[in-house]
């Protein structure tokens, strides 16, 4: 499939300024009502867009990507109009949720109306909802008059694009325009709740945390990881859309996580051991931890600095750009600082950097 799709499409580059606004953003709406594709900035991270109704458009975002089918695709909306023709028996709990946390970064899964094509739900009777809080995106689904098919612009099992470079690194060739807004204001994908189960399960950590959700409905469950559940939680069985690994950077990534002097100590030994064993080593690390090494033994190694550990909000914004960066070096090895803050956005952080690492090491 990807042979005949790969690298045959030109794809435009579109550079929003205050004067070109208007004049791109109708333009990538009428590459949408054609059945085109085109990536934009959300606050999260890129997204790569098509009409969700349409099935020939929804097909050309899993070429593109290389996307597992199957894998559902949730879907960007502007206004709660259309909410009603979308998904139905939406429970007033997700109404709440909508009010508190629309637009911005919360996925809401919902039953799914049979306007919604199977290709967009991976043939799951449920949809996943999101209203942006980014006006590209939500002028774009406004002026095609369609919701938005939306997936991270990235191709399948690669980070997440943060920038606009990293969607044209993935994606050339194979969609029709890429919408450069600048960088992700988050930088990690938005939280997704099932809200089709009782009590709703949290499919996946984003900036709206569970302490957030659970203020606004009361309990939820947690389905991502054991060690990352409450302590003595029984963990729901896997549900549809997790059954597929992300971020797998060509290096193999080792985490460390703990106390951070501890994990200064552990990644300064791993580092020893993988030199010796003759690999190539790159470190992924906050800047507190960086300042537990001295300066020519960080410079010796390919080193991405992800900010202070003090907010989470600066690291989850360049943890994408660091995988990708340090990916791009030919390592062996990626060490990765875990001595983040395991609350709100930071349990989100840690979530991804669990996902890309191979091996764990708990300190
Ligand atoms: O922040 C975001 O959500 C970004 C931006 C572009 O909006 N989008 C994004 O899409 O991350 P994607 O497709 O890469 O991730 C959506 C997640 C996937 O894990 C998918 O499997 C899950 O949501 N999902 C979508 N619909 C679902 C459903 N009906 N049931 C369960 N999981 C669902
Ligand atoms: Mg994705």
């Given at each position: 499939?990807?042979?005949?799709?790969?690298?045959?499409?030109?794809?435009?580059?579109?550079?929003?300024?205050?004067?070109?606004?208007?004049?791109?953003?109708?333009?990538?709406?009428?590459?949408?009502?054609?059945?085109?594709?085109?990536?934009f900035p959300t606050e999260?991270?890129?997204g790569?867009g098509?009409?969700?109704?349409?099935?020939?458009?929804?097909?050309?975002?899993?070429?593109?990507?290389?996307?597992?089918?199957?894998?559902?695709?949730?879907?960007l909306?502007h206004?709660?109009?259309?909410?009603?023709?979308?998904?139905?028996?939406?429970?007033?709990?997700?109404?709440?949720?909508?009010?508190?946390?629309?637009?911005?970064?919360?996925?809401?899964?919902?039953?799914?109306?049979?306007?919604?094509?199977?290709?967009?739900?991976?043939?799951?009777?449920?949809?996943?909802?999101?209203m942006p809080?980014h006006r590209i995106p939500l002028e774009l689904v406004?002026?095609?008059?369609?919701?938005l098919?939306a997936?991270?612009?990235?191709?399948?099992?690669?980070?997440?694009?943060?920038?606009?470079?990293?969607?044209?690194?993935?994606?050339?060739?194979?969609?029709?325009?890429?919408?450069?807004?600048?960088?992700?204001?988050?930088?990690?994908?938005?939280?997704?709740?099932?809200?089709?189960?009782?009590?709703?399960?949290?499919?996946?950590?984003?900036?709206?945390?569970?302490?957030?959700?659970?203020?606004?409905?009361?309990?939820?469950?947690?389905?991502?990881?054991?060690?990352?559940?409450?302590?003595?939680?029984?963990?729901?069985?896997?549900?549809?859309?997790?059954?597929?690994?992300?971020?797998?950077?060509?290096?193999?990534?080792?985490?460390?996580?703990?106390?951070?002097?501890?994990?200064?100590?552990?990644?300064?030994?791993?580092?020893?051991?993988?030199?010796?064993?003759?690999?190539?080593?790159?470190?992924?690390?906050?800047?507190?931890?960086?300042?537990?090494?001295?300066?020519?033994?960080?410079?010796?190694?390919?080193?991405?600095?992800?900010?202070?550990?003090?907010?989470?909000?600066?690291?989850?914004?360049?943890?994408?750009?660091?995988?990708?960066?340090?990916?791009?070096?030919?390592?062996?090895?990626?060490?990765?600082?875990?001595?983040?803050?395991?609350?709100?956005?930071?349990?989100?952080?840690?979530?991804?950097?669990?996902?890309?690492?191979?091996?764990?090491?708990?300190?």
């Amino acid at each position: 499939m990807q042979a005949e799709n790969g690298n045959k499409t030109k794809t435009r580059l579109f550079r929003v300024s205050e004067e070109n606004f208007d004049a791109i953003l109708d333009e990538a709406a009428a590459i949408i009502r054609r059945g085109g594709t085109v990536a934009f900035p959300t606050e999260t991270v890129y997204g790569l867009g098509a009409d969700g109704l349409n099935p020939d458009a929804v097909r050309k975002i899993f070429e593109a990507k290389e996307r597992p089918p199957g894998n559902p695709l949730s879907l960007l909306v502007h206004s709660r109009e259309d909410l009603g023709k979308i998904a139905k028996n939406i429970p007033e709990k997700a109404f709440r949720l909508m009010d508190a946390f629309w637009p911005g970064p919360l996925t809401i899964v919902l039953e799914k109306n049979d306007l919604v094509p199977e290709i967009t739900s991976g043939n799951l009777t449920s949809i996943g909802l999101r209203m942006p809080d980014h006006r590209i995106p939500l002028e774009l689904v406004k002026r095609a008059g369609t919701p938005l098919a939306a997936p991270s612009a990235n191709l399948s099992g690669k980070p997440s694009p943060s920038l606009a470079s990293h969607v044209l690194a993935d994606l050339t060739g194979r969609i029709d325009a890429v919408i450069d807004g600048g960088g992700a204001a988050i930088g990690l994908e938005s939280t997704v709740i099932d809200m089709t189960v009782e009590p709703p399960v949290v499919l996946r950590p984003g900036a709206v945390g569970i302490d957030e959700l659970e203020r606004v409905i009361g309990k939820v469950r947690p389905a991502y990881g054991e060690s990352e559940a409450r302590a003595g939680e029984a963990m729901p069985e896997k549900k549809a859309g997790q059954k597929y690994s992300h971020y797998a950077p060509d290096a193999q990534v080792v985490l460390v996580e703990g106390e951070i002097r501890k994990v200064s100590e552990k990644i300064d030994a791993l580092l020893e051991n993988y030199l010796r064993e003759g690999k190539k080593v790159g470190l992924l690390l906050s800047d507190e931890t960086a300042g537990f090494f001295a300066s020519e033994r960080l410079s010796a190694h390919e080193c991405f600095l992800l900010g202070s550990r003090k907010g989470p909000e600066e690291a989850a914004r360049r943890l994408f750009e660091g995988l990708r960066v340090l990916d791009a070096k030919g390592l062996d090895v990626i060490l990765a600082d875990g001595s983040f803050n395991p609350s709100g956005l930071g349990a989100a952080l840690l979530n991804r950097l669990r996902e890309a690492a191979s091996v764990r090491h708990a300190v």
